[in-house]
């Protein structure tokens, strides 16, 4: 295998006296697709945003693509190659659907008008909702928020992509539109961390499953041997529980 | 949390709009500034003595007091940002900074400031001047109304700030990590993201800012500027009429009052409308 696109070496992160993460350590390769499970509280949104810096950890290492996640400068540069969606889709309340995709392909990247636009009817065109272009956030439903959100953020030609439970805010029905997009965007190999119990997208998508509990890595395997065979008893429990 | 409504029909943002529609409200309010311009026009025709001469010995007062409170305004919507920006820096020393400013000015009078800028300032400056041997410092003399614009901006921006600071605070959390997360820095977050909705968000205290901000001009008179307040009481000492003299300086404030509030209104509903 080649040099891993994200290296977490020895990461820990306090709130206060909340230990948060104790010690994660985790490479992941490029175009690979790792799905993080574990129960509420356990760390997982804590190390995703430790990815791209929105949160800042107090030890250890990220590397992102090369660059160490220190400088001012290089957090920048590592949140333009990372892109996130979040649980509650964040799309900015003002804008309409095709300026929150090019807001900021117009402010970092530097595209004109024009061409910010192409790509983002593109991308609308990609995630099904390509008539939705001129409307407002609040008159779409949260599954059409959720896809406008993975267009925002794959209109900055990342490498890599972060999904925080990105269908837990969804109605059931809207789930499924979701996923779909996510796994086709697996399907043309970006490189995809995904916090998510959906245990369907898990086995047909990630490479990687990762069950984390109490700020640790407890377990990781292909997600058939997660799912059907755990070796750890918190594992058992946990999908005891979620199954 | 947003809420999540599909596919409102129609425009949802109006069903949010809490400021007064249909014709009725926009007839009273209209009705309410040329009553009383017209009641002013009245005094002035069938009393001109002394409405008539109080009417134009004051007004020169008009232009000085609204010069007074449309400058500090412009100032105020600066300085209030930079201290709003202040309050919710992380960094503790800006935050601390703009704390103190805050709170120190919100703790004490307007009217003592306004004498502290016009009176003890510039002695300040010319104690400096003596110390340091700089005869321009020393034969400083403080303008009237450089010192009430620069009182009225200090005290309203400590205000200000607040109101910022409340606005912006308003935004979801969300919001500003989305745009971190696209690689914005916090300055451009808040500039694309974060300020233009904190703007539709303040626009009504910031609004009655402004009209306190008229009304409290007013305080300006005993800093010596020339405004309604003062050419009224000059214009009393003359004619020993005061009852008539603070008829005539209520009603023009009024109108000034009434006539900002009817455009506060109508800034935000355009301002709503737009999105
Ligand atoms: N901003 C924060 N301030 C204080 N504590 C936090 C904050 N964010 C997360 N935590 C705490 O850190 C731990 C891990 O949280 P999180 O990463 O959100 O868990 P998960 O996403 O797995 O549910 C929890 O105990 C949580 O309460
Ligand atoms: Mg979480």
């Known amino acids: 295998m080649s040099e891993a696109i994200i290296q977490i070496k020895d990461v820990h992160k306090y709130f206060g006296h909340v230990h948060a993460l104790k010690g994660v350590s985790l490479e992941i390769q490029k175009g690979e697709v790792v799905v993080i499970i574990g129960p509420s509280g356990s760390g997982k949104s804590t190390l995703l945003r430790c990815i791209n810096r929105l949160e800042e950890f107090d030890k250890g290492s990220i590397v992102v693509d090369n660059i160490p996640l220190d400088s001012a400068k290089n957090i920048n540069a590592v949140r333009t190659e990372v892109g996130m969606v979040f649980q509650q889709f964040n799309l900015f309340s003002h804008l309409t659907v095709l300026e929150n995709i090019t807001l900021a392909q117009k402010i970092i990247r530097k595209r004109e008008k024009a061409q910010a636009e192409k790509v983002a009817m593109d991308l609308l065109d990609k995630v099904g909702i390509p008539d939705k272009a001129k409307a407002f956030p609040i008159q779409l439903s949260g599954g059409q928020q959720q896809r406008v959100a993975i267009a925002r953020a794959l209109a900055m030609n990342p490498k890599i992509m972060l999904f925080d439970e990105p269908t837990s805010a969804l109605d059931p029905e809207m789930i499924q539109e979701v996923l779909d997009v996510m796994m086709n965007l697996a399907k043309e190999g970006m490189t995809m961390v995904v916090v998510s119990h959906e245990m369907g997208f898990t086995r047909a998508a990630a490479n990687r499953a990762i069950l984390m509990d109490g700020g640790q890595i407890i377990e990781e395997a292909p997600p058939n041997i997660l799912f059907n065979n755990p070796t750890h008893e918190r594992t058992k429990l946990f999908l005891s529980k979620v199954l | ?275």
């Not at chain 2, 009641?39 to 001469?53: E, G, H, N, Q, T």
């Not at chain 2, 305080?219 to 009224?232: E, H, K, N, W």
Request: a neutral charge.
């Open chain 2, 1 to 275: 949390m947003e809420e999540i409504e599909p596919s409102v029909p129609g425009n949802p943002i109006d069903s949010h709009n809490p400021l007064p529609k249909g014709k009725g409200d926009f007839d009273l309010w209209w009705g309410l500034v040329i009553g009383v311009i017209a009641l002013i026009a009245l005094l002035v025709i069938l009393v001109p003595d002394p409405f008539s001469r109080a009417f134009n010995f004051i007004k020169d007062g008009i232009g000085i007091s609204l010069f007074v409170t449309i400058i500090s305004f412009v100032l105020v919507l600066v300085v209030g940002l930079i201290g709003g920006l202040g309050r919710i820096a992380k960094n503790p020393v800006i935050a601390g900074i703009a704390t103190v400013y805050v709170e120190v000015i919100r703790g004490i009078p307007l009217l003592v400031q306004l004498m502290f800028w016009y009176f003890a300032f510039p002695s300040v400056i010319q104690g400096i001047g003596k110390a340091i041997g700089s005869s321009a410092l020393e034969n400083y003399i403080a303008d009237p109304v450089v010192m009430a614009t620069i009182g009225l901006t200090f005290c309203y921006g400590a205000y200000m700030s607040e109101v910022y600071r409340a606005g912006i605070q308003s935004i979801p959390k969300g919001q500003m990590e989305a745009a971190r997360s696209l690689g914005m820095t916090y300055f451009q977050a808040m500039r694309y993201v974060i300020i233009p909705q904190a703007v539709r968000v303040i626009l009504p205290p910031v609004g009655n800012e402004f009209i306190s901000l008229l009304k409290d001009s007013s305080l300006v008179s005993v800093v010596a500027v020339g405004d309604i307040t003062l050419r009224g009481r000059q214009f009393m000492a003359l004619s020993f009429k005061p009852v008539e003299t603070f008829i005539m300086v209520a009603l023009l404030y009024l109108v000034l009052t009434l006539f900002s509030a009817r455009m506060v209104t109508w800034i935000e509903r355009i301002t709503k409308l737009e999105r």
